[in-house]
């Protein structure tokens, strides 16, 4: 046995196990507002975080100390003062930032719940439903996807296809379908009022975030509807229809994209957003690979396979995502210049 192989191995074995347990208090501290409570304050002691936030001083100090030990804070050793670096606060504090990554530490603890139910499914079979993961998930998905979405979706994403914007402004008739809670709807119908917008989802309390959403901003032409993929009337004629990060997930894929198909007008484009993958495993083997079959395995897969689905997995590339859309009948597939380090968009139609 090479025993440098095996100590490199334990080193990065553990530095996933420590990741893994600061996750839960980098989740602690998400919830109860640490983060914002730190931002743009400069370097604070003890006593002046336990005044700002109200918290446990004990609880404080073991997470402080967490967070300094992780490099998420510094620690000033003299003064015994804690800083939420600026650069750190425009991902963990700034909800409004395209860089905004606090979601990350909901939701994974919402992945880890599914851990009993995923060792069952192998098993047995089946799966972990999407309705029992819960209203973390459910957010986490929301702030994780919410603020690029609302920052590039008109400015960078849409913005690749020019005609498509075109007649945005003039007015069309447009479907978000697996809206979750509603940002690339709302965001739609807010920069372009001329066009209505409904977005589609199967899950009662994305909907319903969604319609509170878009009550609370007073978006007038976006609507929401708690309906299945495959319930969308077939002669819907939208002239755009658009998924963001949905396909993968669904129980049914060829048949949801055979569906869209026909739910859109003649000439209509069809976007479809998937995470970037390459097709082979080999293409996937890094980080980024990593966290996508992660992923896939405690939620997009099993929550798939829970409705008797295909289980198709996050992990595909643009040359099945091609042959699926061609299977359901599109004749046009092309993969947009889009710079993204987490998402693939295909411009699809007839
Ligand atoms: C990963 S989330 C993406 C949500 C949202 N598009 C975003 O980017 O944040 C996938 C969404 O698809 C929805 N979904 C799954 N199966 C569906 C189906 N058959 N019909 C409609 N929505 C579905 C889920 O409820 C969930 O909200």
Not at 143 to 164: C, E, H, K, Q, Y
Not at 188 to 204: C, E, I, Q, T, Y
């Amino acid at each position: 046995m090479d025993k440098q192989a095996m100590r490199a191995f334990m080193g990065r074995f553990m530095e996933m196990t420590t990741g893994a347990a600061v996750m839960g208090v980098m989740a602690v501290a998400d919830r109860v507002g640490l983060f914002p409570a730190l931002a743009g304050q400069g370097a604070l002691s003890l006593d002046e975080i336990v005044a700002r936030t109200g918290l446990d001083r004990r609880y404080l100090e073991e997470i402080l100390a967490t967070l300094c030990a992780s490099e998420i804070l510094i620690y000033q050793e003299a003064s015994e003062r804690f800083e939420l670096p600026e650069e750190h606060a425009a991902c963990l504090a700034d909800e409004t930032s395209p860089y905004f990554l606090g979601g990350w530490s909901q939701m994974v603890p919402a992945l880890y719940r599914a851990v009993p139910g995923v060792a069952r499914a192998c098993r047995e079979g089946g799966g972990v439903p999407f309705s029992e993961f819960g209203l973390d998930m459910v957010e986490g998905i929301a702030r994780s996807n919410g603020p690029g979405t609302r920052i590039l979706l008109a400015r960078r994403w849409l913005a690749a296809m020019p005609d498509v914007v075109e007649a945005l402004e003039r007015g069309i008739r447009v479907a978000d379908v697996g809206c979750g809670s509603g940002d690339a709807a709302l965001t739609m119908a807010r920069h372009w009022p001329n066009s209505s917008v409904v977005g589609f989802d199967l899950d009662a309390q994305s909907v319903e975030r969604a319609r509170a959403a878009a009550g609370a901003e007073g978006v007038r032409n976006v609507s929401f509807e708690q309906c299945s993929a495959e319930a969308i009337p077939r002669d819907s004629g939208f002239d755009l229809i658009t998924t963001f990060d949905v396909i993968h997930d669904l129980a049914k894929p060829r048949e949801v994209l055979a569906h869209l198909r026909g739910a859109l007008a003649p000439g209509g484009t069809y976007l479809m957003v998937e995470p970037v993958a390459g097709d082979r495993l080999a293409d996937n083997l890094h980080t980024a690979g990593a966290l996508t079959y992660a992923m896939s395995t405690l939620h997009c897969l099993t929550q798939s396979l829970a409705q008797g689905g295909e289980g198709l997995g996050a992990a595909w590339g643009p040359g099945k995502a091609e042959a699926y859309c061609r299977e359901a009948g599109f004749g046009r597939f092309e993969r947009l210049e889009v710079d993204n380090p987490f998402n693939a968009f295909y411009r699809v139609g007839a």
